[in-house]
């Protein structure tokens, strides 16, 4: 197997690539985050865009590998280190290395390609999914020739594979969660008129937008700080993102109106059965009624109803999400130091200061 290599820049590498690229993805059936639109909206929204190439690798000038990473000087200790970040610093969910060939290749071609420019000291890859061909490639020392791996476990992701129909779900679980789905959309009739509306198409990007900000100004996110609007990233990355979505017919989003006010929302992408909750909130004047529930239950209903495989909550573990589904999978964020004796003294030094997390040597 001859396998061409290139690391491109990431605007050079979607002019030539996009549409092998995305092709790629569709391929393998890897999570949506990993295509090629959505990682360059995560690149812009968090202003990384000049420091993101893309590792390339072509067999017989067929694409085969696709990696993007953030190559970055830091400064840890007053020591100017090397870092590669892969997934480029954007937002990727269920991380792994898209690639049709083994990803240790990869990851070894990655770094003769950068030794080449400069030596590198410490990979970083976030939000990796375990139990994947990536995540093995990583953990193992030998891959990279390095001196250390950490493996610092991160986002419990509960997901709930769609088997049979919403009503026979219903029946598997206890009397609590059925009495709770029945009182849901009474007690929102019961606070005013209220409607669920339901968006997909680009046409209705704008007021889906508009209603999602509206309720995140009322939530208690506002309160908190963390409401979409007090976050320049987080601000620039959704409003990207909801017309790539739609554009791309992966927009699912619904919202509640009580009384032609919009009170919760849950934007979800729904991708070949895969239906993934990306942001939902509700308003907190109308906590009482527990409109969140309520719209993340009409959500479940219809991902059921029309036949989807999956409805993943993404994020981390939290009661409201374990109500629906035992299952769960597992992340983390691995570092790869290099066999360089910054690297080591590094990562000696952090081992010194913090507790460690999980070693390979």
């Known amino acids: 197997m001859q396998i061409e290599w290139q690391l491109l820049p990431i605007d050079a590498a979607l002019a030539q690539y996009r549409g092998t690229w995305q092709d790629l993805c ?12 959505w990682v360059s909206l995560g690149c812009d929204a968090l202003q990384v865009r000049s420091e993101v190439q893309v590792l390339l690798g072509l067999e017989n000038s067929k694409l085969v590998a696709v990696l993007p990473v953030r190559l970055t000087s830091r400064r840890v200790w007053g020591i100017s ?24 290749v990869i990851l070894r071609a990655l770094a003769a390609v950068l030794q080449q420019r400069k030596r590198w000291h ?21 891959t990279l020739d390095a001196s250390h791996v ?31 789905v029945r009182r849901q959309e009474k007690d929102a009739a019961a606070a005013g008129t209220s409607e669920i509306r339901w968006f997909s ?16 100004a009322r939530s208690w996110k506002a309160e ?26 992966m927009l699912l989003g619904n919202v509640l109106f009580i009384d032609r006010e919009p009170v919760a929302y849950n934007l979800c992408c729904n991708y070949r059965g895969w239906v993934g909750q990306l942001k939902t909130s509700f308003d907190n004047q109308h906590a009482k009624i527990r409109p969140g529930a309520l719209i993340v239950q009409s959500m479940v209903q219809r991902v059921f109803d029309s036949q989807q495989r999956e409805f993943d909550f993404l994020g981390d573990l939290q009661p409201h999400k374990l109500e629906w589904t035992d299952a769960i999978r597992e992340h983390a964020e691995i570092r790869v130091y290099s066999s360089t004796w910054l690297a080591r003294l590094m990562h000696r030094m952090k081992r010194a200061i913090e507790r460690p997390a999980v070693v390979s040597e």
């Open 150 to 180: 950490e493996i610092q476990p991160s986002e419990r992701s509960p997901y709930l594979p769609l088997q049979g129909s919403w009503d026979e779900y219903l029946a598997t679980r206890n009397k609590s969660f059925r009495y709770s």
């Open 224 to 249: 908190a700080g963390r409401a979409i609007s007090s976050r320049p990233v987080e601000l620039r990355y959704n409003e990207a993102l909801l017309p790539y979505l739609a554009d791309q017919g």
């Open 81 to 104: 280190l090397q870092a590669v970040e892969l997934g480029g610093g954007a937002v990727n969910y269920h991380a792994e290395i898209v690639s049709s060939v083994e990803p240790a």
């Open 122 to 142: 410490v990979l970083i890859a976030p939000n990796i999914l375990l139990g994947t061909r990536t995540a093995a490639a990583l953990q193992d020392p030998a």
């Open 26 to 37: 569709d391929s393998l059936g890897v999570n949506p985050s990993l295509a090629p639109g």
């Open 201 to 216: 198409e680009p046409q209705q990007v704008a007021e889906f937008w508009q209603a999602l900000l509206d309720i995140e």
